[in-house]
């Protein structure tokens, strides 16, 4: 038995929950560790097609036990429309868990998202605009409210109506917007703590004691390691740790507790919003790519950037993940594009470098220096194995692998779950 850590290996949007979902099947237990509905899932089931953006992706496995964590932010409207929509599906809910630690999106802050981002004018950071942030905000501030608030109704009354008038004078005052009416936030919010209440259990605790009675517990993430808030490339991040050792900060356990942690990738890049992307097409490849892998937020429908793979960029995933290894999606998009770049290292002025700089200024000035490959014309949707792959298919791979120092265990051809080459 083992616990399994999975996290994205670029700017997010790399495929992770086709690859959850295959690991979930073998699992007891899956586990959200962080940020909100700003993330989103897909993943295919025969015809059946599942965009989930806050419920871990084993929930569509009944006997799979699927938990929230103190790290995530949860937006209670959001949750349960997205389980109502489940259960209008056949899905069951009853086996998800949501931490009471965890803080709650209230409405204000998805109004004080939108001021402050158009406050920041051509200097947005281009926000999904779901209270993601501000919600962080109040968490680090110490003044946030909790599900374990949301579900007692006369202590989040008190707590919401303190909570609205203090954020009233920050949307009134600093943005001239129009005040919320606290009594009927706490109307609307307290419904949705009492249909919540029931699902509400210590996270921490249940996913202790399932590895320490050698179950399989998979731990899910979010967003991607470039958009975490420390060692991503801010300010163009996500509020929260999308990294491995999030992961025990999100739920609370001990990273010795910990086997193995898998990095899903692309077999090229993508990015969506604002910041230096290095392998960026803006030519005819790039539009290609974008419309062959269907590169359209989970979440927001904005279309991805597309870029050439970059190998720095995993290099430092793997390196800052602590990876053991690496899943690499969506190979069959690269099917009959003609020769294949990957860029394995950078150029900053004039000076070639393997690591991924720290400082966006500097980011910006790097070049690509890529590694030219033959492309393949073979339609590889139907392969099950790595030697049914073509020549030019499989050395790409194998290059990949060879840059990142890290071995490349999984392979996606295609979405869905059969689609996936195991080596």
């Not at 950071?125 to 942030?133: E, H, K």
């Not at 990142?404 to 779950?417: A, F, L, N, S, Y």
Request: hydrophobic share 35%; net charge negative; with cysteine.
């Amino acid at each position: 038995m083992a616990s399994r850590v999975v996290v994205g290996t670029q700017w997010g949007d790399e495929g992770k929950g086709k690859t959850i979902d295959l690991l979930a099947c073998k699992s007891d237990v899956v586990v959200r560790t962080s940020g909100g509905n700003n993330a989103g899932h897909t993943v295919i089931v025969g015809d059946e097609v599942y965009k989930l953006h806050i419920i871990p992706s084993g929930i569509l496995y009944p006997e799979t036990l699927c938990l929230i964590g103190n790290g995530v932010v949860v937006d209670p409207k959001v949750l349960l429309e997205e389980m109502d929509g489940l259960i209008a599906r056949g899905v069951t809910c009853e086996n998800l868990r949501v931490d009471p630690r965890a803080h709650v999106i209230m409405p204000y802050h998805l109004r004080l998202d939108a001021l402050r981002e158009a406050a920041r004018g051509k200097n947005d950071i281009g926000t999904t605009l779901r209270g993601i942030g501000p919600c962080y905000m109040d968490k680090a501030e110490r003044c946030g409210l909790r599900i374990c608030d949301l579900v007692d109704e006369k202590r989040f009354a008190e707590k919401a109506r303190a909570a609205v008038a203090a954020k009233n004078r920050e949307i009134t005052g600093v943005f001239g917007g129009e005040p919320m009416d606290a009594e009927a936030v706490i109307s609307e919010y307290s419904e949705y703590g009492k249909r919540i209440k029931k699902y509400v259990a210590d996270c921490s605790v249940i996913t202790f004691e399932a590895i320490k009675s050698g179950k399989e517990v998979l731990f899910e993430g979010a967003q991607g390691t470039l958009l975490d808030l420390d060692v991503g490339t801010y300010p163009y991040v996500t509020s929260s740790h999308p990294v491995s050792g999030g992961v025990c900060i999100g739920v609370g356990v001990g990273p010795t507790l910990i086997d193995e942690v898998i990095g899903v990738g692309k077999a090229y890049t993508t990015r969506v919003g604002k910041g230096a992307f290095p392998t960026e097409l803006f030519d005819e490849t790039g539009e290609l790519i974008r419309n062959r892998g269907g590169e359209f937020g989970t979440t927001t429908g904005r279309p991805r950037r597309t870029g050439w793979f970059d190998a720095v960029i995993m290099r430092f995933a793997v390196r800052v993940n602590g990876l053991t290894g690496v899943a690499i999606n969506k190979l069959d998009t690269l099917s009959g594009i003609g020769d294949i770049k990957i860029c394995r290292a950078y150029s900053i002025d004039g000076a070639e470098t393997e690591n991924f700089p720290p400082d966006l200024a500097e980011l910006e000035r790097c070049e690509p220096v890529y590694t030219v490959l033959p492309g393949w014309d073979e339609d590889i949707s139907g392969c099950t194995s790595f030697d049914e792959l073509p020549e030019n298919a499989r050395r790409y791979i194998t290059e990949i692998e060879k840059l990142i120092g890290c071995k490349i265990t999984m392979v996606g051809v295609g979405p869905k779950r059969s689609q996936m080459i195991y080596r």
